[in-house]
């Protein structure tokens, strides 16, 4: 068998020897392209992970999701900075980090809208999201569809010091406020938030809803 293996290979060197290097490349992709791509797949697969053991993700103090609008990325980083210096232990920084999510629509192609729309529909059913801040148009369609959940469960019933910050919609014939205005919160009062009228919800399925009580808290005091 290795005289078999040595011979085959010095066939195929003798082969290369004779081709321009045009030839060369389409001979080896015409007949190694499998065993190319086999490689190529198997080293990403050892490369992700090497990178999972050495680099090990963080865990998920919070995920803020930018929904029906656009935060320009230095923002958003800066933003979500702020809050994990404000509200993170040291040593929840050092295992854990708050996340952020941009999801913009009106995109002028209707099917990457719709795939946008799936894409955040897909992350809440894997519970990856926690504090929703869409534009307030956006709104009633994903409170209808059960994605938000009522604040009164968030924060307790007494909302009296939100109350004229407050968006009241009705699901399943119950009335009850969702979302909180931002509009005067100076927090978000900066240049690269573009989500006009944007008002702050908190998805349904949080995982984190004693964090985001803590977020919702500390913005609280950013508000005029």
């Not at 198997?42 to 090497?50: D, E, F, S, T, W």
């Amino acid at each position: 068998m290795p005289n078999d293996i040595s011979a085959f290979f010095t066939s195929e060197v003798a082969k290369l020897k004779e081709m321009s290097f045009k030839e060369k490349i389409s001979y080896i992709w015409e007949y190694y392209k499998y065993f190319i791509i086999g490689f190529v797949i198997v080293m990403v697969l050892i490369a992700n992970i090497v990178n999972a053991i050495l680099h090990p993700p963080k865990d998920n103090f919070a995920h803020l999701i930018f929904y029906g609008g656009y935060v320009d990325e230095l923002v958003a980083e800066e933003l979500k900075n702020e809050l994990a210096a404000a509200l993170m232990t040291e040593e929840e920084r050092l295992t854990g980090d708050i996340y952020y999510t941009n999801i913009l629509l009106a995109s002028g192609d209707i099917q990457i809208d719709m795939a946008n729309r799936q894409k955040f529909a897909a992350m809440i059913a894997a519970q990856e999201l926690d504090i929703l801040l869409i534009n307030e148009n956006e709104l009633s369609a994903n409170i209808e569809q059960g994605m938000c959940m009522p604040l009164g469960e968030v924060l307790g019933e007494d909302l009296s010091k939100y109350s004229d910050k407050l968006i009241t919609s009705t699901f399943e014939g119950v009335e009850a406020p969702y979302a909180i205005k931002t509009q005067g919160n100076k927090f978000f009062e900066r240049d690269g938030v573009y989500i006009e009228n944007m008002c702050l919800a908190v998805i349904i399925n949080t995982k984190n809803l004693e964090h985001v009580r803590e977020i919702i808290d500390y913005l609280e005091g950013y508000y005029d």
